[in-house]
């Protein structure tokens, strides 16, 4: 009877949301959203160029050598170039402040995009100034900057006793590192799309659980506002609709995750071919090597972690009577989960440091820490089940928690509940 009582509370709580327009929404968002995170990178790379007129600027070369020409050469298409667009004034460097309010003016009146401070600081390889117009432009300021460094290493090599041509050839050589990871099964694919991999996951984990979270906070106050709960309870141990509605809403965030992650692999398998279609360049590196066990690891971290925190949010929907107060009684719930998200650049950046074992073994940061680690790292197995042990130990207390308090708050209106009254209550709820 319990069960069958049971059964009917997830299918309802499950029927309600998913045969809603916002669902339909949110579940298409997920695969829009991937997609544009695998195309649209591409897109800017392939659009974001060094602006064409770089090379209209004034070289103010305090260096007393050929530094300024050569970077002059190279802003117009290389050494054989002419530098017709590109002013280049040696100047001593005491007149170095006057070149400078010249250059101001020039750049001002827009004969020029700005102006390029050589000095004895750039020829050592340290610094190097650049004031213009186009000073925020990233693609402008990269491509300056290869240049410049490109020009003294020239400049250098050739003092040190190469000729021209071999001290530029080393000079623009360009070396590119490509890691790839070692996983259980051998080659694991490219190091960098595991990083972007890694991050998408603990980021879809902890906006699942945040948003299902708090959909069974928003389902707990509905019931109390409409006194749908009174109805219910009468034929519904506390118990009993507690548990259904925490099944039935955590089964529409595993029917939606799976819907995104089916749509997900197959946008991946098809963006290569797409993008040589439109002439764009492929990002590089490949999909990562995601084993079945890794996939249903990260279900299994996202039902617990949902757990935990869907009882909490049940227990806090209990205590109140409205969404005002709801959206200050759950804050520090809602915390634990950013306060998580907070160190997921930390944790990528060293996933074995001693921060990462600690937040593995919390249960408020193991459902997205976890199988953020799993992504870059080989986890030893012995971790994650004590990982998933802690957590699945905290979600029974969380779930005994939450019961307690829902059996007596439920029913409860028109009051703000202190935690001094709510500790009461888990003592004497049967």
């Known amino acids: 009877m319990a069960w069958g009582r049971l059964r ?13 327009r916002w669902f339909l929404v949110a579940t298409v968002f997920g695969p829009l959203l991937f997609g544009a995170l695998l195309f649209v990178p591409p897109w800017l790379a392939a659009n974001s160029q060094a602006s064409t007129d770089l090379a209209r600027i004034a070289i103010l070369d305090a260096t007393g050598t050929t530094l300024g020409t050569r970077v002059a050469a190279q802003l117009n298409g290389g050494l054989t170039g002419d530098t017709s667009l590109t002013i280049v004034r040696a100047v001593a460097p005491a007149r170095l402040p006057a070149a400078e309010s010249t250059a101001t003016r020039e750049a001002v009146a827009n004969r020029t995009r700005g102006y390029l401070v050589l000095d004895s600081a750039t020829l050592a390889g340290r610094t190097v100034r650049y004031v213009g117009a186009n000073a925020t432009s990233s693609p402008d300021m990269d491509r300056l900057q290869r240049i410049v460094r490109d020009a003294v290493v020239a400049l250098r090599l050739e003092r040190a006793g190469l000729n021209s041509l071999e001290s530029n050839a080393i000079a ?9 990871r070692i996983t259980e099964r051998g080659q694991g694919g490219s190091a960098r799309v595991s990083i972007y991999f890694a991050f998408t996951v603990a980021l879809l984990l902890y906006v699942s659980i945040l948003l299902y979270g708090q959909s069974v906070l928003r389902g707990v106050i509905e019931e109390k506002q409409t006194r749908v709960a009174e109805v219910v309870v009468a034929s519904v141990s506390p118990d009993i609709l507690l548990a259904g509605k925490v099944l039935g809403i955590g089964a529409v965030g595993l029917t939606q995750m799976a819907i995104w992650t089916a749509t997900s692999v ?29 996939g249903a690891l990260v279900l299994v971290f996202f039902g617990l972690g949902y757990l935990f925190y869907a009882a909490l949010f049940a227990a806090v929907g209990a205590t109140v009577s409205n969404e005002h107060d709801a959206q200050q009684a759950q804050m ?23 921060l990462a074992y600690v937040l593995a073994w919390l249960p408020f940061s193991a459902p997205i820490v976890v ?11 012995l971790d994650i089940a004590v990982s998933i042990v802690m957590l699945a130990s905290a979600c029974y207390l969380a779930l005994w928690f939450a019961a307690r308090v829902y059996r007596v708050g439920l029913l409860m209106y028109g009051k703000r509940v202190t935690v001094r009254e709510m500790l009461h209550w888990v003592r004497v709820a049967r």
């Open 172 to 180: 623009t050589m360009r070396l590119r590192l490509d890691p790839e």
């Open 332 to 354: 520090p719930i809602t915390l634990l989960l950013v306060g998580t998200v907070i160190f997921l650049a930390p944790i990528l950046a060293a996933p074995e440091s001693t």
């Open 8 to 20: 009917a509370v997830v299918a309802r709580e499950y029927l309600e949301r998913v045969r809603t």
């Open 266 to 294: 197959a946008l991946a398998k098809v963006r290569t071919p797409i993008l040589a279609r439109f002439g764009l360049p492929a990002m590089p590196g490949s999909f990562p090597d995601i084993s079945l066990g890794m």
């Open 371 to 381: 199988p953020l680690r799993m992504s870059v790292i080989n986890l030893p197995p």
